[in-house]
Each structure stands twice: as structure tokens, then as C-alpha cells.
Nanobody, 123 residues
């Protein structure tokens, strides 16, 4: 079955950087769109970034210019490079597989989810 395993979270100071990884198995990774979402305490899970099977990317306005999503199809791995982090970026970050090749911003457009990795940004 499909498995998505995130890693790379941790504690970082404001202004710092982290790179998250999501190792995928059990699917034709290169074909599917993939996305990153995050959920802060007491808030809804929100879209962060997505990348289609062909490499087209989309970002939430709140992270545009600071985060970069990428994928390595040979390694079946999704990445999220996060720069200029601020305390508002503190959340559990989840990777997800899109229902198809394209990606969207709604949770309903994604079928499989990882267990999440905690990112904490201190001020």
C-alpha cells in the first residue's frame, strides 16, 4: 500500500532554514502530484505547496518566496526547502499524494497522507 514518511523537522530559530523530506513507496511516484500541508495547534490543516507530476509548482501566499518544493523521482522523494522561517510557520507538516497528476490546494484533492513532522520556530 501507499506509504509516505516525512522527516527533517525540528527546532530552529527565526530566520533559519530547514529541509523536509517525504519518502514515498507503494505508488508510481513520478506520475502523481504531491503536496505539503501543515497544521498548527488549534487550526485547520492548510495547504503549503504542491508539485505536479510534470514539475509545475504552486504555493500558498504565506510561503511564496521563502519555501521551495521539489521532487526526486529516481528516489521517490518529495522535498520542502524552508527559508526565512518565522514563528507563524510552527506546525506539523504533512506530505500528501494527489488524486492525479495535477495538484490543488484543497485537502479533498489528496488521497494519502504521511504521519507528519513537527517544525518549531522560536522567536
Amino acid at each position: 500500500q501507499v506509504q509516505l514518511v516525512e522527516s527533517g523537522g525540528g527546532l530552529v530559530q527565526a530566520g533559519g532554514s530547514l529541509r523536509l523530506s517525504c519518502a514515498a513507496s507503494g505508488l508510481a511516484f513520478s506520475w502523481y502530484g504531491m503536496g505539503w500541508f501543515r497544521q498548527a495547534p488549534g487550526k485547520e490543516r492548510e495547504f503549503v505547496a504542491g508539485i505536479s507530476g510534470s514539475g509545475t509548482t504552486i504555493y500558498a501566499d504565506s510561503v511564496k518566496g521563502r519555501f521551495m518544493i521539489s521532487r526526486d523521482n529516481a528516489k521517490s522523494t518529495l522535498y520542502l526547502q524552508m527559508n526565512s522561517l518565522n514563528p507563524e510557520d510552527t506546525a506539523v507538516y504533512y506530505c500528501a499524494r494527489s488524486l492525479g497528476e495535477v495538484v490543488g490546494v484543497e485537502r479533498s484533492q489528496y488521497a494519502n497522507w504521511g504521519q507528519g513532522t513537527q517544525v518549531t520556530v522560536s522567536s
